[in-house]
């Protein structure tokens, strides 16, 4: 009898299921679920495609249903699941290693990332750059990460990064619970680093960011939790 436990436990503790959350630029979210392993691992490897917000829309099926959402009104994909994903990080970009995290605890002091960084190019290796990212999107979503990057190049390298990462049409970031997100670059609205890079492209106004204020339009939910709030 006892035995017979032991084992059901390890069958659900061991069970691989997907989450999938899609936020929209109207501020609306939608979820989206599947227990099958075969299936999760299949599901990943679509969402894995480099070119994933380039396509005109993201089909979704089940045994009884289909949902097809054009992907300009996506904002982000979270994909949360304990089952191995086809995504590899470190990125491994022409300029060199990116690890994005989805951050929630306080950032460290940037005065010893910057020591840091300064004794590996002494050593002549790759620039490390530590940064928090605040990312926020057309439907009023904000996610904060962590980006550790391993730069190959020279600081020209590095500017021409930044020139092209709007071009991109992915960002992909490891969630901390497991899984992965996608961000639709198309649909950002303002991008925050801290520190500032060394290297910016083009001609940055000398501004402080002081405040932000949400959007005035709010979907039916955002307004029922401003109202209680």
Known sequence: MNTHIIDMTTRTTSMVDLTLELR???GSSTEF?????????EVLRLLAAPRLFAQPHL??????????????????????????????F????PQGLFDIVEQSEAWPDNK????????EQEHGQPRRRSSLIEVHTLGGWTVTLKAVAMIRGNVQDERQFFSHLPDVP??????????????NTANIMRVSAWPK????????LPL??????????????????AIHS
């Open 24 to 26: 929209s630029a109207n």
């Open 33 to 41: 679920y599947q227990a099958d392993e075969e299936r999760v691992r």
């Open 59 to 88: 089909l979704l099926a089940s045994q009884h249903c289909a949902s097809m959402i054009p992907c300009k009104g996506m904002d982000m994909i979270l994909a949360r699941t304990s089952a191995r994903t086809p995504l590899k």
């Open 90 to 93: 470190p990125l491994n970009l």
């Open 112 to 119: 010893s990332a910057a020591i840091e960084d300064q004794n």
């Open 170 to 183: 992915t960002i992909p970031f490891r969630l901390e619970e497991g899984g992965f997100g996608l961000i």
């Open 197 to 204: 890079p060394e290297a910016l492209p083009g001609i940055a």
């Open 208 to 225: 402080a960011l002081r405040r932000w204020t949400p959007s005035r339009i709010k979907s039916p939910a955002n307004l029922a939790e």
